[in-house]
């Protein structure tokens, strides 16, 4: 391994580059759909209940967001086992093609004018492969970034696949601003809302043609040289390894619901419960997005100096004690103020993000590693961001005050800091195979293979 004070070298920024583009390109294909859940997708998917009752199509809208999340673990299962005995590089290309594939089919489906029931159907199925590809990206990019970095640069390096979601929000939202300061509404509607889905076919294109030259993992391959047969990851997983992984789900639970409510959920509450007009709305969200991106690498690197458990406490910190006056300001109807209050939230979701690939990975043995954080972080997505802005909607709709959802984010963030208290510290450990997997790893009767 390098010297923690070496340059980055060649090979180390072709990493870095191929585990940023394709979460870039991820979560820029869920935020898009995020964000016109918000505004325009229950218009185009659920005519009939959008005209009879707004109220529920708009959380039936936030649903369709949610419904995705329930495939993930079945992605991050199929994913991590393939990348556990093939390698991170091929799953990697494979979860970025099916995701890209899957969110242009998008941008080609009948809306219900068109089709009638067929189409949300057809919107369903697709968003079914959009969460099946991402609960197997995101545990590959983690551990290409941490298991090439020094031991004391892990939480930096394990932060560039993080701020895929910032930079993923600062496409989509600053296309969407575009888009709809470009052309009419009615063109937006009519056809402008399936650009940026369309458009995700140039950049899986890009992301490929970067993935395809980063070289597999050096644990991975120390871990294919030793050629040792054992119990099935998922099996020996579950059988060994349920505690780190039930940890690592409560850990991620509340960052994933308070950052949903940034990508999708203040738009909508901003244009259809306080009329602001939708354009500079999402140019506000997109601005607050650099927050977000500056704070998740300042997490990451400050996790190498203070520790992971620290820095996610400030993170949480923050984001709990600023969530109800977040929405007090946003209620203001002042952009500057919105800008402000996504801001400083933003900054609460960084530090309590960026340091979360090194510490997953430190949390399990290599020849487990990736079908562990792949399937606590979809098992986190799901009760956490999954159907946050459906609860968001649900709790407003039913106690007219926003105060309600900050509660809500406030206990989902009690219940990470468990998590991380249950979790310990885990900055510095061995992510070598000999460090934590020989004691798994048998030979053919069953001795210990070292």
Not at 115 to 141: C, K, M, T
Request: glycine share 10%; aromatic share 10%.
């Amino acid at each position: 391994m390098t010297s923690t004070t070496a340059p980055v070298s060649r090979e180390e920024r072709k990493v870095l580059a191929g585990t940023l583009v394709g979460t870039t390109i991820e979560w820029y294909d869920f935020f898009i759909f995020a964000q016109l859940s918000a505004t325009l997708l229950a218009a185009l998917f659920l005519k009939p209940l959008e005209a009879s009752n707004p109220a529920l199509a708009g959380i039936l809208a936030f649903a369709l967001v949610g419904i995705s999340f329930l495939f993930r673990p079945l992605g991050a299962i199929i994913a991590g086992r393939v990348g556990d005995r093939i390698g991170r590089k091929p799953t990697l290309v494979a979860t970025l093609i099916l995701m890209g594939v899957a969110t242009a089919g998008i941008g080609f489906l009948p809306t219900y004018a068109q089709a009638g029931v067929i189409a949300p159907v057809l919107l369903i199925l697709l968003r079914i492969v959009q969460g099946f590809s991402a609960g197997g990206e995101w545990g590959g990019a983690a551990l290409m970034a941490v298991e090439h970095a020094p031991t004391g640069k892990r939480g930096l390096f394990g932060a560039y696949p993080q701020i895929g979601v910032p930079l993923g929000m600062i496409l989509a939202t600053g296309l969407l601003f575009g888009l709809r300061t470009s052309i009419s509404p009615a063109d937006f509607a009519s056809w402008g809302w399936r650009i940026p889905f369309v458009l995700s076919i140039l950049l899986i294109l890009v992301g490929y043609l970067i993935r395809r030259r980063v070289e597999d993992s050096p644990v991975f391959k120390e871990l294919s040289e030793r050629r040792a047969e054992s119990s099935a990851p998922l099996t020996e997983l579950l059988k060994h390894h349920f505690k780190p992984v039930a940890q690592s789900a409560l850990i991620f639970i509340a960052n994933n619901a308070a950052g949903y409510l940034v990508i999708a959920y203040f738009i909508s509450y901003a244009t259809k419960v306080l009329k602001m007009e939708p354009s500079p709305v999402i140019g506000m969200t997109a601005l607050a997005s650099f927050s977000w991106l500056v704070f998740t690498l300042v997490g990451g690197s400050l996790s190498d100096r203070l520790g992971r458990v620290r820095t996610f406490l400030l993170g949480y910190a923050i984001v709990a004690v600023w969530i109800i006056p977040c929405f007090l300001l946003v209620e203001t109807k002042s952009l500057g103020l919105y800008l402000l209050a996504l801001v400083v939230l933003s900054a609460g979701l960084g530090l309590s993000y960026g340091p979360q690939s090194a510490m997953y990975a430190e949390m399990f043995p290599a020849r487990i590693r990736y079908s562990g954080i792949s399937i606590g972080y979809a098992i986190g997505a799901i009760f956490g961001g999954a159907f946050a802005p459906m609860i968001s909607e649900a709790l407003f709709v039913g106690t007219h005050s926003s105060v309600s959802i900050g509660v809500y984010i406030i206990v989902l963030c009690v219940i990470s800091v468990l998590g991380l208290l249950w979790a310990g510290e885990t900055k510095g450990r061995d992510l070598s195979i000999d460090a934590a997997d020989h004691h798994y790893v048998k030979g053919a009767s069953g001795e210990q293979v070292r």
